[in-house]
């Protein structure tokens, strides 16, 4: 997204995503831009597209305004067959993902680090946890920025993945403090494969608060987790709850994902989000209490990998500079200049930032799966098509901590997936603005025909009462079931 130096040839077919959104340069975005015209997204394009064509089409366009990238009568073609055939959007043309060896700092894999590599991270955490709890680098100050006392950690809305990213360089920063580990960077746990031998040993199997972080809390929550020592289930029971709650499944979804989407709706971010949340419960009882979840080293690895995986994505993309991510989106875009709380860094300055992984990966298969679509455009159901079961409307407000939702046929367990949040979110100003949630399910349809289907909400930690959650307490959710669509 550099320029515009994409291939001179006529596209029969083309969609937004695999050719069009290639046809502008940050410059044209910017330019039009400050004209009140956006050009750089699907809806903005789309809006505009009479006018763009009309001004780009040779042999006489008066745009863009520089002399030396005018278009092409093979892109001025190729932009008109997008126009005919009812601007299709499209999946984007996958690219293999590689470590980008320029940025600042690369995260490795936990499980490929030097014995040297693993010794210098444990002094750095041990330093940070011998700090002063009063001092702001402290691990107890930082841990308190995402739980108590704090609580800023931004969940189920599109600012996620940038305030994470920013709360991951701030902890690495801390780390990179203590002495002799000035060059040291938070590796990831990949969570498709068994919790790492090393972060079941000191300093990075558990964490002994050493003040009660629910003192200065607002409200105050005091005595309820102090004193406290951060708690997992065995590797073998992680291993298992993360595959029962769908994380891998949701993850390589995610991954497949050619818009970036909204929370809580659909793309990259609705299964990228709710793989983080089921995956948070399936660590254990810490992980999946909001409040303290931070305050478990295993946090930290296990966010590095949801940021790698983002990252990932952008990478497949072409999504790393802000006007590519952009062209990933639809119309909003104001998230992308809010502030981030507790940051003065805003969401659009995490998309390039300076940060890379070690991974190699094959090109992932994309996709533009979706429910419903502009009956203007031609669309295609392949009898493979997955089902879309989308449990919709869950109160969240009265549902006290992190649930699982399942769904049922005949009365058996065939997939469920896991919520994040506090013990009382209706005390939290962000669970609030995010009151009704919904939780997707995407399964083959021979698991759900002529089967009788119910669906059951579990608390976590509450699982052995014998009695889930009431639905009529949860809003009296609603049940969606769609065969997926494709743009064609």
Same mark, same amino acid.
């Given at each position: 997204?550099?320029?515009?130096?994409?291939?001179?040839?006529?596209?029969?077919?083309?969609?937004?995503?695999?050719?069009?959104?290639?046809?502008?340069?940050?410059?044209?975005?910017? @330019?039009?831009?400050?004209?009140?015209?956006?050009?750089? /997204?699907?809806?903005?394009?789309?809006?505009?597209?009479?006018?763009?064509?009309?001004?780009?089409?040779?042999?006489?366009?008066?745009?863009?305004?520089?002399?030396?990238?005018?278009?092409?009568?093979?892109?001025?073609?190729?932009?008109?067959?997008?126009? @005919?055939?009812?601007?299709?959007?499209?999946?984007?043309?996958?690219?293999?993902?590689?470590?980008?060896?320029?940025?600042?700092?690369?995260?490795?894999? !936990?499980?490929?680090?030097?014995?040297?590599?693993?010794?210098?991270?444990?002094?750095?955490?041990?330093?940070?946890?011998?700090?002063?709890?009063?001092?702001?680098?402290?691990?107890?100050?930082? %841990?308190?920025?995402?739980?108590?006392?704090?609580?800023?950690?931004? @969940?189920?809305?599109?600012?996620?993945?940038?305030?994470?990213?920013?709360?991951?360089?701030?902890?690495?920063?801390?780390?990179?403090?203590?002495?002799?580990? %000035?060059?040291?960077?938070?590796?990831?746990?990949?969570?498709?494969?068994?919790?790492?031998?090393?972060?079941?040993?000191?300093?990075?199997?558990?964490?002994?608060?050493?003040?009660?972080?629910?003192?200065?809390?607002?409200?105050?929550?005091?005595?309820?987790?102090?004193?406290?020592?951060?708690?997992?289930?065995?590797?073998?029971?992680? =291993?298992?709850?993360?595959?029962?709650?769908?994380?891998?499944?949701?993850?390589?979804?995610?991954?497949?994902?050619?818009?970036?989407?909204?929370?809580?709706?659909?793309?990259?971010?609705?299964?990228?989000?709710?793989?983080?949340?089921? *995956? @948070?419960?399936?660590?254990?009882?810490?992980?999946?209490?909001?409040?303290?979840?931070?305050?478990?080293?295993?946090?930290?690895?296990?966010?590095?990998?949801?940021?790698?995986?983002?990252?990932?994505?952008?990478?497949?993309?072409?999504?790393? =500079?802000?006007? *590519?991510?952009?062209? /990933?989106?639809?119309?909003?875009?104001?998230?992308?200049? %809010?502030?981030?709380?507790?940051?003065?860094? =805003?969401?659009?300055? /995490?998309?390039?930032?300076?940060?890379?992984?070690?991974?190699? *990966?094959?090109?992932?298969?994309?996709?533009?799966?979706?429910?419903?679509?502009?009956?203007?455009?031609?669309?295609?159901?392949?009898?493979?098509?997955?089902?879309?079961?989308?449990?919709?409307?869950?109160?969240?407000?009265?549902?006290?901590?992190?649930?699982?939702?399942?769904?049922?046929?005949?009365?058996?367990?065939?997939?469920?997936?896991?919520?994040?949040?506090?013990?009382?979110?209706?005390?939290?100003?962000?669970?609030?603005?995010?009151?009704?949630?919904?939780?997707?399910?995407?399964?083959?349809?021979?698991?759900?025909?002529?089967?009788?289907?119910?669906?059951? !909400?579990?608390?976590?930690?509450?699982?052995?009462?014998?009695?889930?959650?009431?639905?009529?307490?949860? *809003?009296?959710?609603? !049940?969606?079931?769609?065969?997926?669509?494709?743009?064609?």
């Amino acid at each position: 997204m550099a320029d515009n130096d994409v291939p001179d040839q006529v596209v029969a077919a083309p969609t937004y995503m695999a050719d069009i959104r290639f046809f502008f340069r940050p410059e044209d975005v910017e @330019h039009m831009a400050a004209k009140g015209i956006n050009l750089g /997204t699907y809806d903005g394009v789309k809006k505009h597209a009479y006018a763009v064509f009309a001004h780009t089409a040779p042999p006489k366009p008066d745009m863009p305004p520089d002399p030396a990238p005018k278009w092409s009568a093979a892109r001025s073609q190729t932009f008109n067959n997008w126009i @005919h055939n009812g601007f299709p959007l499209g999946a984007s043309t996958p690219r293999a993902v590689s470590p980008n060896t320029l940025s600042d700092r690369l995260r490795k894999n !936990i499980t490929s680090l030097s014995e040297l590599e693993i010794e210098t991270l444990r002094n750095a955490f041990t330093g940070l946890m011998q700090r002063d709890p009063a001092d702001d680098n402290s691990y107890f100050a930082l %841990a308190g920025y995402h739980g108590l006392p704090h609580a800023w950690c931004l @969940h189920h809305e599109d600012r996620f993945n940038p305030w994470h990213r920013v709360y991951l360089k701030l902890f690495e920063d801390a780390l990179r403090s203590v002495s002799g580990c %000035a060059d040291v960077t938070l590796p990831y746990w990949d969570i498709t494969t068994p919790l790492p031998e090393v972060l079941q040993q000191p300093p990075f199997d558990s964490y002994t608060l050493p003040h009660d972080p629910g003192v200065t809390a607002d409200p105050p929550q005091p005595k309820v987790y102090f004193p406290y020592t951060t708690k997992r289930f065995v590797p073998q029971d992680i =291993t298992e709850k993360l595959q029962n709650t769908g994380v891998f499944v949701d993850i390589g979804v995610a991954l497949s994902q050619s818009a970036w989407g909204a929370s809580n709706d659909n793309g990259y971010q609705d299964f990228s989000i709710q793989a983080h949340d089921s *995956g @948070h419960n399936a660590v254990g009882p810490t992980m999946a209490a909001q409040e303290v979840s931070s305050y478990d080293p295993v946090f930290w690895f296990f966010h590095c990998n949801i940021d790698r995986l983002w990252l990932q994505w952008q990478q497949q993309h072409q999504a790393t =500079t802000l006007t *590519g991510f952009k062209s /990933t989106l639809g119309s909003n875009l104001d998230w992308l200049s %809010a502030p981030l709380d507790g940051f003065t860094t =805003t969401a659009d300055q /995490t998309i390039s930032f300076g940060i890379s992984y070690d991974f190699e *990966g094959p090109e992932v298969a994309l996709v533009n799966e979706l429910g419903s679509i502009p009956a203007a455009r031609t669309f295609l159901i392949k009898r493979s098509a997955p089902v879309s079961v989308r449990v919709k409307g869950i109160d969240r407000l009265n549902i006290p901590g992190s649930f699982t939702v399942k769904l049922l046929a005949d009365g058996e367990p065939i997939a469920q997936r896991g919520f994040f949040q506090p013990n009382s979110p209706q005390n939290c100003e962000n669970c609030r603005k995010q009151a009704l949630v919904n939780i997707d399910f995407r399964l083959d349809q021979e698991e759900l025909l002529d089967r009788k289907l119910s669906v059951e !909400i579990d608390v976590v930690g509450q699982e052995g009462i014998g009695a889930s959650f009431p639905l009529s307490q949860a *809003g009296d959710p609603t !049940i969606n079931v769609r065969l997926l669509l494709e743009d064609e």
